[in-house]
Nanobody
């Protein structure tokens, strides 16, 4: 089993910053990609940022220049530095990891979600 544990959410004023962390643990052989998705009330879950094992990253247009994803491969941990936050960034942020177990089976796991609230 692979588990993801997120931390770092909270309440911040517009223009402020937060840093989210997500640590993966368990039966991990390798992780191909880790990412952050978010879901606002009444909306579908959407990609915010994703980072691949080779270092490539993708961002949603709405967060480019404000959110930065990074990864510590040795710790199987992904971070999301969020600056210049806007009220529209308010959502539950979910961590995701895809990879393989030592038995070469694939996994696609989600964290429990962490609330980010940006007040105007």
């Amino acid at each position: 089993q692979v588990q993801l544990v997120e931390s770092g959410g909270g309440l911040v004023q517009a223009g402020g910053s937060l840093r989210l962390s997500c640590a993966a643990s368990g039966s991990i052989f390798n992780i191909n990609a880790m990412g952050w998705y978010r879901q606002a009330p009444g909306n579908q879950r959407e990609l915010a940022a994703r980072i691949f094992s080779g270092g490539g990253v993708i961002y949603a247009d709405s967060v480019k220049g404000r959110l930065t994803i990074s990864r510590d491969n040795a710790k199987n941990t992904v971070y999301l530095q969020m600056n210049s936050l806007k009220p529209e960034d308010t959502a539950v942020y979910y961590c995701n990891a895809v990879g393989q177990t030592p038995w070469k089976s694939n996994f696609d796991r989600w964290g429990q979600g962490t609330q980010v609230t940006v007040s105007s």
